[in-house]
């Protein structure tokens, strides 16, 4: 160590087990100097809303951050102080979500998060990690009177779901089902949700590019401040 990483400990004597012990401990003002020195010389985590990259074949293809894992009962969503994975809740009513849910990074809707999707695919991931989806529709949904569109996606590298181009090309139960859970997962907190006609690719890979834009508009605005 050089000199100046050298600092005084303080010494608190115990006894454990009929035996003396001491045990050195740094005063907490020189250790959270230390923790601050160490994270400025190494890469803190990225935040998967900002600093992921959505994608060179967005708005079509893009990058999403998968929140909730298909046939999971827990809500989770991404904090977006600290960039982590929270429990938001458990889900009231006896119902799991149908498909992997996220969002896309980089972008920024009305209500002021980043664009959600559905992502349909042959298995559950793990909340946190991110993957490549293709937007085949767009799922048009008012949550308590505020817009909540959501994007219907296949992961791209799912070699079952990659081939569909098109929600219309999905079976209509399949479609069926998702309306359901988004009409009844918060039935049993008095919470009110309608769920419009689905919508063709175009029209969701429109809004991904709107969201896009917002959020690029938001970001020259914090840097004009």
């Avoid at 006896?94 to 664009?115: A, K, Q, W």
Wanted: negative net charge.
């Amino acid at each position: 160590y050089a000199e100046d990483d050298i600092v005084s400990f303080d010494t608190m004597a115990g006894e454990a087990d009929g035996k003396t012990y001491q045990v050195s401990r740094m005063p907490p003002a020189a250790l959270n100097e230390r923790i601050l020195s160490s994270m400025s010389q190494k890469h803190v985590a990225a935040h998967p809303w900002h600093d992921l990259e959505i994608g060179p074949g967005a708005p079509a293809v893009f990058n999403c951050v998968v929140e909730i894992p298909r046939g999971s009962k827990v809500k989770y969503e991404l904090d977006k102080a600290t960039g982590l994975i929270k429990v938001d809740r458990v889900l009231y009513s006896s119902v799991v979500y149908p498909h992997n849910y996220g969002f896309i990074p980089r972008t920024l809707c009305e209500d002021n998060d980043p664009m959600d999707v559905l992502v349909l695919m042959q298995e559950q991931v793990v909340p946190g990690c991110f993957l490549r989806a293709r937007a085949i529709g767009l799922m048009p949904m008012i949550d308590q009177g505020e817009k909540d569109d959501k994007i219907i996606a296949v992961c791209a590298d799912d070699p079952e779901y990659r081939h569909f181009r098109d929600i219309s090309e999905l079976p209509p139960h399949r479609l069926q089902e998702i309306r359901r859970f988004f009409e009844d997962y918060k039935k049993n907190e008095n919470k009110e949700v309608a769920v419009n006609d689905f919508l063709p690719a175009e029209d969701a890979i429109n809004a991904i590019k709107y969201s896009m834009d917002l959020y690029g508009s938001y970001i020259m605005e914090g840097l004009r401040k």
